[in-house]
Protein backbone atom coordinates (compact mmCIF):
# COMPACT_ATOMS: atom_id res chain seq x y z
CA UNK A 1 0.00 0.00 0.00
CA UNK A 2 1.25 3.72 -0.78
CA UNK A 3 1.64 5.45 2.09
CA UNK A 4 2.38 9.88 1.65
CA UNK A 5 4.24 11.15 4.68
CA UNK A 6 4.86 14.81 5.19
CA UNK A 7 7.54 17.26 7.47
CA UNK A 8 7.14 19.07 9.85
CA UNK A 9 3.53 18.74 10.84
CA UNK A 10 3.60 22.13 11.42
CA UNK A 11 5.73 25.38 11.09
CA UNK A 12 5.81 29.01 12.89
CA UNK A 13 8.19 31.48 10.99
CA UNK A 14 9.36 34.52 10.61
CA UNK A 15 8.66 36.70 7.66
CA UNK A 16 11.40 37.18 5.96
CA UNK A 17 13.26 33.43 7.32
CA UNK A 18 13.68 30.57 4.77
CA UNK A 19 11.46 27.36 4.25
CA UNK A 20 11.69 24.07 3.27
CA UNK A 21 8.75 21.32 3.79
CA UNK A 22 9.13 18.01 2.53
CA UNK A 23 7.06 15.35 0.79
CA UNK A 24 8.17 11.40 0.38
CA UNK A 25 5.72 8.75 -0.87
CA UNK A 26 6.46 5.04 -0.72
CA UNK A 27 5.21 2.27 -2.34
CA UNK A 28 4.58 3.77 -5.60
CA UNK A 29 7.27 3.74 -8.39
CA UNK A 30 7.75 7.06 -9.98
CA UNK A 31 4.44 8.82 -9.18
CA UNK A 32 3.18 12.21 -10.22
CA UNK A 33 3.39 14.46 -7.58
CA UNK A 34 2.27 17.76 -6.42
CA UNK A 35 2.18 20.81 -4.37
CA UNK A 36 -1.08 22.46 -3.22
CA UNK A 37 -1.60 25.72 -0.75
CA UNK A 38 -5.00 25.93 1.07
CA UNK A 39 -5.55 29.10 3.04
CA UNK A 40 -7.40 28.95 5.85
CA UNK A 41 -11.54 28.37 4.75
CA UNK A 42 -10.19 29.11 0.86
CA UNK A 43 -9.68 26.14 -1.75
CA UNK A 44 -7.36 24.32 -3.10
CA UNK A 45 -4.73 26.37 -5.05
CA UNK A 46 -2.56 23.70 -7.14
CA UNK A 47 1.30 24.63 -7.20
CA UNK A 48 3.66 22.39 -8.63
CA UNK A 49 3.63 19.61 -10.25
CA UNK A 50 6.39 16.98 -11.46
CA UNK A 51 5.93 13.47 -13.54
CA UNK A 52 9.93 12.68 -12.96
CA UNK A 53 12.93 13.31 -11.13
CA UNK A 54 14.83 16.30 -11.62
CA UNK A 55 11.56 17.89 -13.52
CA UNK A 56 9.59 19.93 -11.76
CA UNK A 57 6.87 22.60 -13.66
CA UNK A 58 5.45 25.21 -12.02
CA UNK A 59 1.44 26.30 -11.85
CA UNK A 60 1.26 28.90 -10.25
CA UNK A 61 4.20 31.97 -8.52
CA UNK A 62 4.03 32.20 -4.77
CA UNK A 63 7.67 32.85 -4.08
CA UNK A 64 8.20 29.75 -3.89
CA UNK A 65 10.33 26.89 -5.47
CA UNK A 66 9.88 22.80 -5.68
CA UNK A 67 12.37 20.33 -6.52
CA UNK A 68 12.24 16.27 -6.98
CA UNK A 69 15.33 15.57 -5.80
CA UNK A 70 14.59 11.51 -5.67
CA UNK A 71 11.88 9.75 -7.47
CA UNK A 72 10.02 9.82 -3.67
CA UNK A 73 10.39 12.95 -2.68
CA UNK A 74 9.20 15.94 -3.41
CA UNK A 75 10.49 19.42 -1.65
CA UNK A 76 8.54 22.48 -1.28
CA UNK A 77 10.80 25.51 -0.32
CA UNK A 78 11.53 29.32 -0.36
CA UNK A 79 13.94 31.86 0.75
CA UNK A 80 12.13 34.43 2.29
CA UNK A 81 8.94 33.67 3.51
CA UNK A 82 5.98 36.30 3.16
CA UNK A 83 2.97 36.80 5.54
CA UNK A 84 0.58 35.74 2.78
CA UNK A 85 2.82 32.04 2.84
CA UNK A 86 0.74 31.21 5.87
CA UNK A 87 -1.69 28.17 4.93
CA UNK A 88 -1.90 24.37 4.62
CA UNK A 89 0.28 22.86 2.35
CA UNK A 90 -0.68 19.20 1.14
CA UNK A 91 1.17 17.54 -0.97
CA UNK A 92 -0.51 15.07 -3.34
CA UNK A 93 0.13 11.83 -5.63
CA UNK A 94 -0.84 9.85 -8.42
CA UNK A 95 -0.22 7.38 -10.65
CA UNK A 96 2.01 7.57 -13.46
CA UNK A 97 0.78 8.40 -16.99
CA UNK A 98 -1.57 10.82 -15.50
CA UNK A 99 -4.25 11.60 -17.61
CA UNK A 100 -7.30 11.16 -15.29
CA UNK A 101 -5.66 9.52 -12.52
CA UNK A 102 -6.84 10.03 -8.81
CA UNK A 103 -5.38 11.95 -6.64
CA UNK A 104 -4.35 11.21 -3.33
CA UNK A 105 -3.28 14.00 -0.49
CA UNK A 106 -0.99 13.43 2.15
CA UNK A 107 -1.74 14.68 5.77
CA UNK A 108 -0.60 18.37 5.21
CA UNK A 109 1.57 20.66 6.82
CA UNK A 110 0.23 23.93 8.80
CA UNK A 111 2.22 26.98 8.03
CA UNK A 112 2.04 30.22 10.00
CA UNK A 113 4.18 32.94 9.38
CA UNK A 114 4.44 35.76 11.63
CA UNK B 1 -6.32 26.73 -18.51
CA UNK B 2 -10.00 26.44 -16.16
CA UNK B 3 -12.18 27.67 -14.04
CA UNK B 4 -14.42 25.68 -11.73
CA UNK B 5 -17.45 27.44 -10.02
CA UNK B 6 -19.35 26.11 -7.17
CA UNK B 7 -22.26 26.50 -5.33
CA UNK B 8 -23.40 26.76 -2.72
CA UNK B 9 -20.56 28.04 -0.35
CA UNK B 10 -22.77 26.95 2.63
CA UNK B 11 -25.91 24.45 2.69
CA UNK B 12 -27.58 22.99 5.33
CA UNK B 13 -29.90 20.16 5.55
CA UNK B 14 -32.29 18.31 7.66
CA UNK B 15 -30.28 14.90 9.14
CA UNK B 16 -31.80 11.92 6.69
CA UNK B 17 -32.54 14.37 3.94
CA UNK B 18 -30.34 14.84 0.30
CA UNK B 19 -27.82 17.52 0.04
CA UNK B 20 -26.83 18.58 -3.66
CA UNK B 21 -23.85 20.63 -4.95
CA UNK B 22 -23.74 21.90 -8.09
CA UNK B 23 -20.11 22.75 -10.29
CA UNK B 24 -19.78 24.17 -13.68
CA UNK B 25 -16.66 24.09 -15.98
CA UNK B 26 -15.49 26.16 -18.61
CA UNK B 27 -12.75 23.85 -20.79
CA UNK B 28 -14.62 21.64 -22.81
CA UNK B 29 -11.35 19.21 -22.79
CA UNK B 30 -11.79 18.89 -19.26
CA UNK B 31 -12.27 14.96 -18.74
CA UNK B 32 -11.73 13.96 -15.15
CA UNK B 33 -13.84 15.37 -12.30
CA UNK B 34 -13.29 13.97 -8.99
CA UNK B 35 -14.79 15.50 -5.78
CA UNK B 36 -13.26 15.47 -1.92
CA UNK B 37 -14.68 15.24 1.57
CA UNK B 38 -12.24 17.42 3.92
CA UNK B 39 -12.86 17.73 7.86
CA UNK B 40 -11.89 20.21 9.78
CA UNK B 41 -8.06 19.98 10.12
CA UNK B 42 -7.82 16.95 8.13
CA UNK B 43 -6.35 16.61 4.39
CA UNK B 44 -8.97 16.15 1.37
CA UNK B 45 -10.19 12.58 1.08
CA UNK B 46 -11.70 11.65 -2.77
CA UNK B 47 -15.32 10.23 -2.16
CA UNK B 48 -16.47 9.82 -5.70
CA UNK B 49 -15.14 10.75 -9.38
CA UNK B 50 -16.73 10.52 -12.68
CA UNK B 51 -15.43 10.66 -16.08
CA UNK B 52 -16.26 12.31 -19.43
CA UNK B 53 -17.56 8.97 -20.51
CA UNK B 54 -20.16 8.34 -18.33
CA UNK B 55 -23.15 10.19 -17.42
CA UNK B 56 -23.99 9.34 -13.62
CA UNK B 57 -21.79 6.92 -11.00
CA UNK B 58 -23.19 6.02 -7.58
CA UNK B 59 -21.21 4.69 -4.44
CA UNK B 60 -23.64 3.91 -1.93
CA UNK B 61 -25.34 7.18 -0.76
CA UNK B 62 -23.01 9.23 -3.21
CA UNK B 63 -24.30 10.10 -6.56
CA UNK B 64 -22.64 12.35 -9.53
CA UNK B 65 -23.82 13.14 -12.39
CA UNK B 66 -22.37 14.87 -15.18
CA UNK B 67 -23.64 17.00 -18.23
CA UNK B 68 -20.83 17.81 -20.73
CA UNK B 69 -23.23 19.65 -22.80
CA UNK B 70 -23.71 21.83 -20.32
CA UNK B 71 -20.43 21.72 -18.17
CA UNK B 72 -21.92 21.06 -15.34
CA UNK B 73 -21.16 18.26 -12.76
CA UNK B 74 -23.19 17.77 -9.30
CA UNK B 75 -22.73 15.43 -6.48
CA UNK B 76 -25.87 14.34 -4.43
CA UNK B 77 -25.87 12.85 -0.87
CA UNK B 78 -28.91 10.73 0.18
CA UNK B 79 -30.12 9.87 3.82
CA UNK B 80 -27.57 12.44 5.14
CA UNK B 81 -26.05 11.59 8.62
CA UNK B 82 -24.30 13.95 11.01
CA UNK B 83 -20.80 12.63 9.35
CA UNK B 84 -21.99 14.14 6.23
CA UNK B 85 -21.15 17.26 7.54
CA UNK B 86 -17.76 18.10 6.36
CA UNK B 87 -16.97 20.71 3.38
CA UNK B 88 -16.54 19.28 -0.21
CA UNK B 89 -14.85 20.48 -3.19
CA UNK B 90 -15.38 19.98 -6.62
CA UNK B 91 -12.34 19.41 -9.10
CA UNK B 92 -11.91 19.26 -12.87
CA UNK B 93 -8.92 17.88 -14.86
CA UNK B 94 -8.36 17.90 -18.68
CA UNK B 95 -5.83 15.28 -20.00
CA UNK B 96 -2.14 15.84 -19.84
CA UNK B 97 1.17 14.29 -18.96
CA UNK B 98 0.14 15.17 -14.99
CA UNK B 99 -3.47 16.22 -13.74
CA UNK B 100 -4.00 19.87 -13.67
CA UNK B 101 -7.06 19.77 -11.52
CA UNK B 102 -8.75 22.75 -10.79
CA UNK B 103 -10.83 23.15 -7.67
CA UNK B 104 -13.86 24.83 -6.82
CA UNK B 105 -14.43 26.98 -3.71
CA UNK B 106 -15.97 24.34 -1.80
CA UNK B 107 -19.19 24.00 -0.33
CA UNK B 108 -19.79 23.70 3.75
CA UNK B 109 -22.58 21.41 4.17
CA UNK B 110 -24.15 21.40 7.26
CA UNK B 111 -26.32 18.53 8.90
CA UNK B 112 -29.01 19.67 11.26
CA UNK B 113 -30.62 17.25 13.71
Known sequence: ?114 | GEQVEQLPSILRVQERSSASINCTYENSASNYFPWYKQEPGENPKLIIDIRSNMERKQIQGLIVLLDKKAKRFSLHITDTQPADSAMYFCAASAAGGADRLTFGKGTQLIIQP
Not at chain 1, 15 to 33: A, D, F
Not at chain 1, 40 to 68: K, P
Not at chain 1, 78 to 104: I, M, N, V
Open chain 1, 1 to 114: AQTIHQWPVAEIKAVGSPLSLGCTIKGKSSPNLYWYWQATGGTLQQLFYSITVGQVESVVQLNLSASRPKDDQFILSTEKLLLSHSGFYLCAWSRPGGADAEQFFGPGTRLTVL
